[in-house]
């Protein structure tokens, strides 16, 4: 039986790789394709919690608008995440904005869908609930860095995390794949962008950065290095 590329997507994902293609082929019946483009708002804070994402292409912003008007960026997500997943109830809001940072194309799974498989399916509830706890520990773990770590050392972790994520062979090292600006990296680890410059003069000087312009290209072993020898 051939299945439409929705469902060998689904399969390519870890929430649903254990699921077997005639069951995704009934979940895809309820997964609408959705295209946005480049700067396309997927969703906004406080909108209803009514479905999760996965990137079937592209490259979506997470990010949260403080009571100051500052943009704190949360996260990149690319092809094969899953985000919007945090709240199932009816009731709650959306904690956080996504935005196409590209032509993206993304596969919606509505929440009454989702609650169904989670009911019904315990490997799928166990999957979820290891997601979810992946997302807290990351979260924790960023909350630590930016307590304990000077902003050079921020924006090595970041460049580092960018890089095993987005990251491709570059004959000078790894070229991370998404278009990053400093104002962008400012946004994701607390600082300005005078003190981004200064950060990436820094660890370029080092050896740990071979260039500071778009695409970057980063040696992550002296990335890690350097937090290592802290």
Known sequence: MEYPSLVWHLKSTSLFEDMELEELGKVAETTPYRVFSMGDIVYRMDDPSDAIYFVKSGLVKISKFLPNG???I?????QYDVFGELLLTPEER???QAEALTDTILIVLPRAELQHLLQHRPA???KFIQLMAARLFEAQNWTAEVSTFSAPERVASLLYR???EFGV???DGTEISIKLNQEDMARMVGATR?????CLSKLKEMGALVTSKNPLVVYPELLLKYLHGR
């Not at 949360?74 to 690319?78: D, E, F, K, Q, S």
């Not at 005078?194 to 200064?198: A, D, F, K, L």
């Open 70 to 72: 500052k943009e704190a």
């Open 74 to 78: 949360l996260a990149m997500v690319g």
């Open 94 to 96: 959306r904690p956080t």
């Open 124 to 126: 799928i509830a166990l």
């Open 162 to 164: 960018l890089a095993l």
């Open 169 to 171: 062979e570059h004959p």
């Open 194 to 198: 005078e003190t981004i410059s200064h």
